[in-house]
Every structure is written in C-alpha cells, then in structure tokens.
C-alpha cells in the first residue's frame, strides 16, 4: 500500500478515536453533574473520565494532529481555502478537548459548578465541529 493511504488510514483511525472520546465525555458528565460529590457513582465517573481523556482522548488527538499535517504536507493542501478552514476547525476542536480536559479536572476536585443540561449542550459542539470538517475535506467547496 502507498504510504499516503497508511497516513490517511491513521489520520481516520485517530479521528474516529478522538471523536469517540469527544462524543463520550460531555454524556458522562452529563450524570457526573447530577451525582453526589464523594459518592461512590461520583468516584465511578472521577476514574471513568480521567480514563478515557488520558489512555484514549489525548492520544488520539495527538495523532490526528500528527497524521493530518502529515496528509497535509504529502497533498500539498497549504494553500487551499477548504484546508484553512479545516485547519480552524480542528483548533477550535481542539480548544474544547482543553476545556473538557479542565471540566475533568473540576469534577476530580468536587469543584463543578455546571448544571447537566450545561454538558448536554456541549455535547453537542464536537458533532457541529465534525459535520463542518467533514464537509469540508470530502466537499472541498473552495
């Protein structure tokens, strides 16, 4: 196989890791956010969330990062306008990997002060960041 495509296939593999992980966290603490600080449930989520953000969430964030410039540099895709507004899409995915990394810290700490219905909307900021994305790198509408 060319190595482009075991580039690309990694990239993919990363992303559907990250988003997996991004989709995943908010909804854990959605039930975070309602369980009693210092409960066993509460415990349950602590172990849960920092889990999945270290052994599976950073990882792969940091191999799509990696495998996508990569990609990028083999098409030469620097100068294409759908490319750059890739590109700030994924930084803005990637500013809220950070803020949900520091909402498990907070939750680590017993110091959420966010509602459930807080973290159900965030839930959903990852898959309107992915929809533009994917639309972009299949599309490539300029």
């Known amino acids: 196989m060319d190595l482009f495509l075991w580039i690309k296939s990694l990239h ?3 992303i559907i890791a990250w988003m997996a992980g991004m989709l995943y966290l908010p909804r ?22 920092r889990r ?5 969430m950073n990882p792969a964030m940091i191999a ?3 495998f996508g410039l990569w990609a990028a540099y083999e098409l030469d895709a620097w100068r294409d306008g759908w490319f750059h507004a890739k590109l700030t899409l994924v ?5 809220v990997h950070g803020y949900l990394s520091g909402c498990v810290k ?14 159900r909307i965030m839930n959903e900021v ?11 790198v299949i599309g490539k509408p300029f």
């Not at 930084?91 to 500013?95: C, K």
């Not at 907070?106 to 973290?119: C, E, Q």
């Open 52 to 56: 999945l953000l270290k052994a599976i």
């Open 106 to 119: 907070k939750f680590a700490r017993d110091a959420n002060t966010k509602p459930a219905r807080f973290y």
């Open 28 to 49: 854990l603490f959605v039930y975070h956010a309602d369980a009693e600080a210092g409960s066993d449930k509460s415990e349950t989520f602590k172990v849960m969330e």
């Open 91 to 95: 930084l803005i995915m990637s500013g």
């Open 12 to 14: 993919v593999i990363s």
């Open 126 to 136: 990852p898959t309107l960041l992915m929809i533009g994305i994917v639309i972009l």
């Open 64 to 66: 799509a990062w990696v």
